[in-house]
């Protein structure tokens, strides 16, 4: 999201007249875009932005915008008091507090009340700036913002506040503008992205906005993160099968493999629920592939519920798990509740743990597809290999003299490692 939200801050730059600075120290305006999810993001967010204090005293004319998850939707009063030297703050996804500061320097000191729903604004919509147009072969689009499930650990409500839904008009307008632009394949954010049309009467689902974009000419390719168990049904797999475009891969994060953790983690669903689901895509697709997400060391977590997600991945078998130790977020419910009380070691050794079963399991999976026949988005070149994504979201590299950017190709897969794979035209 920060990735798509920064994009669309460099276009709205662009239409002022700036352009991209490579270096910060060379730059008069340094947009940092920040992400609170876990300690250590926050950690390097405050970092860099005291890093950036040098530049703006030794060239006062520089602007600095301070923007996203740090600031999040509340304002910034006491960021202001901690960090003087920055001139604009900015809510996540929001560029107008920079570009109104750049267009009119006094309206910033105005106090100013920023409503999270007017990010909708079609002023400010996500397409390309000119420094990345026939660039990017994927496109990050946002179509849901902020989350109304309030995860225990999780801090995006707060930051991020409640869901919004963008209107249909306006993604299906910026899908059609990056595919003009040169783009492929769109892949749809959103924390809940099942949720998309749910908050707004007279939306479609995700279902009818897939249904959509499939229609538009130019985009080949169309992917969405991240679902949630809850919300996951017939409907949209029924969709995925049906639409050519739309790739069968499932960003389903399981978060816990023990049922007692899973309710303090407030997720909604019980580990034999979400088994039940990821079978039933399993069961739907011939060729599907399936990543989830992993806390380990929440609060509370006895070894013997660890070893219950160890057993949950080695059933659930996932493509990919994104794991993470749990680290406590001022404000949310298991932050003021629940005991911090997971030894930071122990939850390292679980990492670990955790990472070589995944390895393990992807190793695996990835072994079956030696010697198969794939089609392949290639995306770029990457150390004079050709890089793209099979439709299970598999990396694969080809070295070839033809380019390839952009270009859907057939490949035969003669090395099958645990993370990418290499292949021949």
């Given at each position: 999201?920060?990735?798509?939200?920064?994009?669309?801050?460099?276009?709205?730059?662009?239409?002022?007249?700036y352009e991209t600075s490579a270096k910060p120290e060379n730059a008069d305006v340094i947009v940092l875009n920040t992400c609170v999810v876990r300690?250590?993001?926050?950690?390097?967010?405050?970092?860099?932005?005291?890093?950036l204090k040098s530049?703006?005293?030794?060239?006062?004319?520089?602007?600095?915008?301070?923007?996203?998850?740090?600031?999040?939707?509340?304002?910034?009063?006491?960021?202001?008091e901690r960090f003087p030297y920055v001139d604009?703050?900015?809510?996540?996804?929001?560029?107008?507090?920079?570009?109104?500061?750049?267009?009119?320097?006094?309206?910033?000191?105005?106090?100013?009340?920023?409503?999270?729903e007017d990010i909708l604004d079609e002023e400010f919509s996500y397409t390309l700036p000119d420094s990345r147009k026939e660039q990017l072969v994927s496109a990050l689009l946002?179509?849901?913002f902020g989350c109304s499930h309030a995860c225990s650990y999780c801090v995006i409500p707060l930051r991020r506040g409640r869901e919004i839904?963008?209107?249909?008009?306006?993604?299906?307008?910026?899908?059609?503008?990056?595919?003009?632009?040169?783009?492929?394949?769109?892949?749809?954010?959103?924390?809940?992205?099942?949720?998309?049309?749910?908050?707004?009467?007279?939306?479609?689902?995700?279902?009818?906005?897939?249904?959509?974009?499939?229609?538009?000419?130019?985009?080949?390719?169309?992917?969405?993160?991240?679902?949630?168990?809850n919300w996951v049904n017939d409907e949209l797999l029924d969709t995925v099968a049906d639409l050519s475009k739309v790739m069968p891969h499932f960003e389903l994060p399981i978060q816990a493999g023990d049922d007692s953790v899973l309710r303090a983690m407030r997720r909604g669903y019980t580990v034999e629920k979400f088994l039940e689901i990821v079978d039933k895509i399993r069961a739907r697709f011939k060729s599907v592939s399936i990543a989830t997400d992993l806390i380990v060391g929440f609060p509370g977590e006895t070894e013997a519920q660890f070893e219950n997600s160890v057993k949950a991945l080695k059933t659930m078998h996932p493509d990919m798990t994104h794991v993470a130790r749990?680290?406590?977020?001022?404000?949310?419910?298991?932050?003021?509740?629940?005991?911090?009380?997971?030894?930071?070691?122990?939850?390292?050794r679980r990492f670990r743990v955790i990472e070589s079963l995944q390895e393990k399991i992807t190793s695996e999976i990835?072994?079956?597809?030696?010697?198969?026949?794939?089609?392949?988005?290639?995306?770029?070149?990457?150390?004079?290999?050709?890089?793209?994504?099979?439709?299970?979201?598999?990396?694969?590299?080809?070295e070839t003299d033809n380019n390839l950017k952009g270009v859907v190709k057939d490949v035969q897969i003669t090395w099958a490692g645990p993370w990418s794979m290499i292949a021949e035209v």
């Open positions: 999201m920060n990735s798509a939200d920064s994009l669309r801050v460099a276009a709205a730059l662009e239409n002022l007249g300690q250590s993001a926050e950690d390097k967010a405050i970092g860099r932005l005291t890093s530049l703006k005293m030794s060239n006062p004319d520089k602007v600095i915008n301070l923007m996203g998850c740090l600031v999040g939707i509340r304002g910034a009063a006491e960021l202001k604009v703050f900015s809510q996540p996804s929001d560029p107008r507090p920079l570009i109104d500061f750049l267009s009119d320097p006094k309206s910033q000191e105005e106090e100013r009340q920023q409503n999270i946002p179509v849901i839904s963008r209107h249909p008009d306006e993604i299906l307008a910026d899908a059609r503008s990056l595919a003009s632009q040169g783009v492929k394949e769109i892949v749809l954010l959103g924390q809940i992205i099942d949720r998309y049309g749910h908050d707004q009467p007279g939306y479609p689902h995700l279902s009818g906005l897939l249904r959509s974009l499939h229609t538009i000419a130019g985009v080949e390719r169309i992917r969405f993160l991240t679902s949630h168990p749990y680290s406590p977020r001022p404000g949310t419910h298991s932050a003021i509740n629940l005991a911090d009380d997971v030894p930071e070691d122990e939850k390292m990835n072994a079956a597809y030696l010697n198969q026949r794939v089609p392949v988005l290639f995306e770029d070149k990457h150390k004079n290999r050709w890089r793209g994504r099979t439709p299970t979201n598999k990396l694969v590299f080809v």
